[in-house]
C-alpha cells in the first residue's frame, strides 16, 4: 500500500555493481598493479568491457551512465585511447540530496552516512563486497579465483586459490535510488500518483525498441544475445538525453515517439551498405531477431526503470493540460483515507481516473488506467465468456475457438465412420445415441469397405506374385552375366600371362644366341 507523499516510483531501487581485480605475481602476492595492460582494469564491470582505475571513477560512470566514447588511432603503428565524459545525472544516486557544484556533488555521490549522520568517504565509496556471490562460491572476503580473465575461466570460480589460478576478482555492490527531481521539480512529479497506462506502456516499449534497434545497427546482428556494457550503456545513455526530460513544454507525446522510432537512425546511422552488401536480407533479419536482442538488454534497461521514465515524460509533457495525468498531488492517498474523511465527497471526485487497477480476470496480469477498465474487459483474452452454442460452459475470450470448433459438446460434429461412407452430422453430445441407432447401417458399410479392401488386396497379391517372378528372372541374368564377365576376365588374365612368358623367351633366344656367337668366335680363333 502506498501512504507516502511521494509517487511510487520514487521508491525505486538498483544494485550498483563493480568488479574489483587482481593479479598474482610470484614473491609479491595478489596486487592490481600486477595486471597486464591487455586485461581489464584494476575495477571494471562484470564482462570486463568497461574498465577504471578507481572504484570512483567506476562508481561515478555506472551510477550516472556517463556516456563514453572510445576511439583508436593509428599514429606511426601505436594505438591511442581517447576516452570523453559528457557527465549528466540520469535519474540515479546513493543520496536524497544533491550539491550545487560538480565537485561537491561528485564527492557527496561517494560518501556514506556515520551514525552521527556526517558524510565519510572511504575505500570503495560505500561499496561493500558480496560473500557467497550470486556468480559461484567466494572466500570470506568475497574472492574468486581463476586460472585468467577470459570469458571461459570466469564460468568456473573457484572459492581457494588453485595452483592453476593467477587471478582473482570479487563483485561490490551499493544501492542507487531512483531520484526524479534530476529531471523535474517536486511540485511537477508529485502530481498524480498515476498516468494513463496506454501511454505508459507505449512510451516503455518504444524505448526498448529504440535502443535494440540502436544497438543492431551499430554493432550488427550477428550475435544477438550477447552484448557487452560498452557497448549498451552509452546507447543508453543517449536514449535518456534524447527524451530531454524537463525540457518538453511544448512537445506532445507523437513528437516523443517519433524521437523513439528515430533514435537508432539519429544516434547510430542506417546499416551501411556493406552491411547490405553481405547480408542483402539485413533488414528482415533485423526484424526477426531483434526481440532477441531486447531481452538481452532488458537486464541493462529494466522494466521499472522505463515505466518509471514513462512517467515522468508523461507529466513534463502533459504539466498543464492534464489529459494523462490529474492534478492532485499524490492522490493514491485518497484512495486509503478513513471512512469518515471520505464521507465528505463522492467516490469519483476522490478516486483518481488515472488509478493503476489490475484486470480482475483470472491469470490476467494486466494493470491499467480505471478509465479503460471497460475497454480492457471488452478485449481481455482471460475474461470468461458463456460458450455461444448454449453447453453451459464458461470458457476464457482466447480459448473460444477451440472451445466451439473440437471441445463443446453442442458442436456439429461427422460421424466417426464418415471414413467408411456414413455423411450423417450431428450434435456432438449425441454421437453415441447414432452410432447405437444406425449400428444396422454401420454394419452394412464396414462390411461394404471390407470387401473393397479385399478385392484390393487380390489385386495387391497378384501384383507381388508378378513383381517375385519378374525380380527372379533379373537375378538369374544377373547370374549368368556375372559368370561371362568372370570368364572374360580370365581369359584376359591366360592372355596377359602368355605375353609375359612370350617376353622372356625372347629375351632368352636373343641371349642365348649371342652367347652362340661368342662361342664360335672363340673357336675360330682357336683354331689359326
Request: charged letters at 30%.
Amino acid at each position: 500500500m502506498m501512504t507516502s507523499d511521494q509517487p511510487e516510483f520514487c521508491e525505486l531501487k538498483r544494485p550498483v555493481e563493480i568488479y574489483e581485480n587482481e593479479r598474482l605475481w610470484i614473491g609479491r602476492g595478489f596486487s592490481k598493479a600486477g595486471l597486464l595492460p591487455t586485461e581489464r582494469g584494476p575495477f571494471s564491470s562484470q564482462d570486463g568491457s568497461l574498465s577504471w582505475k578507481t572504484i570512483r571513477e567506476g562508481c561515478l560512470a555506472l551510477l550516472r551512465e556517463d556516456v563514453v566514447d572510445k576511439e583508436r588511432n593509428n599514429n606511426n603503428g601505436k594505438s591511442n585511447s581517447v576516452t570523453t565524459h559528457k557527465t549528466c545525472k540520469r535519474g540515479w544516486s546513493f543520496h536524497e540530496e544533491d550539491f550545487s557544484t560538480k565537485e561537491q556533488d561528485d564527492d557527496h555521490e561517494c560518501s556514506t552516512h556515520d551514525n552521527n549522520g556526517n558524510n565519510n568517504i572511504d575505500e570503495y565509496c560505500g561499496f561493500v563486497p558480496c560473500r557467497g556471490a550470486e556468480d559461484g562460491p567466494t572466500d570470506e572476503e568475497g574472492w574468486q579465483y581463476f586460472p585468467d580473465f577470459k570469458e571461459q575461466s570466469l564460468l568456473h570460480p573457484n572459492r581457494k586459490r588453485g595452483l592453476l589460478d593467477f587471478v582473482r576478482r570479487r563483485r561490490l555492490c551499493r544501492i542507487a535510488m531512483f531520484r526524479p527531481d534530476h529531471f523535474l521539480p517536486k511540485e511537477i512529479y508529485n502530481k498524480c500518483d498515476f498516468c494513463d497506462s496506454k501511454a505508459v506502456i507505449t512510451l516503455s516499449d518504444a524505448m526498448i525498441d529504440a535502443l535494440s534497434l540502436a544497438s543492431l545497427f551499430k554493432y550488427g546482428p550477428a550475435d544477438p544475445e550477447k552484448i557487452t556494457d560498452a557497448q549498451v550503456l552509452p546507447l543508453k545513455s543517449k536514449l535518456i538525453d534524447t527524451l530531454s526530460i524537463g525540457s518538453n513544454g511544448t512537445a506532445d507525446i507523437d513528437n516523443v515517439k517519433e524521437r523513439l522510432v528515430n533514435f537508432a537512425e539519429t544516434s547510430v546511422g542506417k546499416p551501411g551498405p556493406l552491411m547490405h552488401l553481405l547480408n542483402p536480407d539485413v533488414d528482415q533479419n533485423i526484424q526477426t531477431i531483434q526481440p532477441l536482442r531486447k531481452k538481452a538488454i532488458t537486464k541493462y534497461f529494466t522494466e521499472k526503470e522505463r515505466l518509471a521514465l514513462a512517467r515522468l515524460l508523461i507529466k513534463d509533457i502533459d504539466r498543464e493540460a492534464f489529459e494523462l495525468h490529474c492534478n492532485k498531488e499524490t492522490c493514491a492517498s485518497t484512495l486509503y483515507m478513513s471512512p469518515s474523511r471520505s464521507n465528505h465527497g463522492s467516490k469519483e471526485e476522490e478516486s483518481c481516473q488515472f488509478q493503476y487497477i489490475e484486470c480482475p480476470n483470472h491469470k490476467c496480469q494486466m494493470q491499467i488506467s480505471k478509465k479503460y477498465a471497460e475497454e480492457h474487459d471488452e478485449e481481455c483474452g482471460y475474461k470468461l465468456l458463456p460458450c455461444p452454442s448454449g453447453c453451459g460452459m464458461d470458457v476464457t475470450r482466447h480459448d473460444m475457438h477451440v472451445h466451439v470448433t473440437t471441445r463443446c459438446n453442442l458442436r456439429q460434429a461427422e460421424c466417426p465412420l464418415s471414413i467408411v461412407g456414413c455423411t450423417a452430422i450431428v450434435q456432438a453430445a449425441d454421437v453415441t445415441r447414432h452410432l447405437n441407432q444406425h449400428a444396422d447401417t454401420h454394419f452394412m458399410l464396414l462390411s461394404a469397405r471390407m470387401q473393397e479392401y479385399q478385392s484390393f488386396f487380390r489385386q495387391l497379391d497378384t501384383k507381388i506374385k508378378m513383381l517375385e517372378e519378374k525380380n527372379a528372372k533379373l537375378e538369374r541374368e544377373l547370374a549368368r552375366s556375372n559368370a561371362l564377365l568372370a570368364t572374360k576376365t580370365e581369359s584376359n588374365n591366360i592372355s596377359n600371362d602368355l605375353k609375359k612368358v612370350t617376353k622372356r623367351l625372347n629375351a632368352l633366344e636373343s641371349t642365348c644366341k649371342a652367347e652362340f656367337k661368342k662361342v664360335e668366335y672363340d673357336r675360330r680363333s682357336h683354331k689359326k
